[in-house]
């Protein structure tokens, strides 16, 4: 490990009572952080009680690991616990945002050309479930980005504006509030941040993905707390060219900052709705509740 990585160690529960028995269930959990140029995972494994009647994974269309079981007998209860470790390298030590192209130039290279060239960075250029793409949020974007602009320097332009215009409120908006809801409140969650930004972004034409992850909850001494390191955590990726940062610069409009080492990377997608942490169909259950805990610290 070199001297300047990190280990970080996640648990993650989640844990749900139901009302009445579930008869029967099917259920698919986002929750192996990917394999990536600057982040290993050391050890990964979960563990579901009651013991589902199957229990398989699979890759999903963006290279992310769902695990899916099902239960066949009646059940009162689900607890799904994940731990891991992972190590992480810093990032952006050396990144220069006032040397990153024009955004015009990128944004121009992935639109789609007869006879031209393939960007697979270009499928994250377009609306998806819960992002719109309005005028409103391109005129709010382009007060980041004048002509020329550098498009990483824009963009971390365009994360202060939305940390400074937004306000930080847990229960005021819901897992499914679209984009453009979110936008017009000024508040929300860490989700909420990031899918504005996102549309914001994609209402240039620039490729930006949804990324899920946590946040580590035992930060350096001296520093303060991050926004949202209770819980799972959301924030934007923005395709910036260049093989430094793999092509993607991580950006967490919530707390201001690049994602960098105190951010471990889940799951990417277009938005929520691609990468929620876990999800399924059920039958009873009746009402229920919910608690989820997280532990991020370092080794």
Known sequence: MAMSDIVL???HRTDYRYSTLVETAQHLATIRPLELPWQRVLDSRASIAPTPSYRTSR?????????????DAPHDHLRMTSETRVQLAPRYAALDAEATPAWESVAHALRYEAGGAFHAESEFCFASPNIALSPALRAYALD??????????????LMHRIHADFAY??????FDTPAARAFELRHGVCQDFAQVMIGCLRTLGLAARYVSGYLRNDPPEGAAPMIGADAS????SLHVPGDRHAGWVDLDPTNDVLADQG???????RDYSDVSLLRGVILGGGAHEVEVAVKVQAE
């Open 9 to 11: 160690s996640v648990v």
């Open 59 to 71: 890759l999903d269309a963006f290279g992310n690991e769902v695990l899916y079981f099902s239960f």
């Open 144 to 157: 980041s980005f004048a002509p020329g602009t550098p498009v990483l320097a824009g963009a971390i332009d």
């Open 169 to 174: 409120r847990p229960a005021a908006t819901a």
């Open 233 to 236: 955590h959301a924030w934007v």
């Open 263 to 269: 951010h471990v990377t889940l799951a990417i997608g």
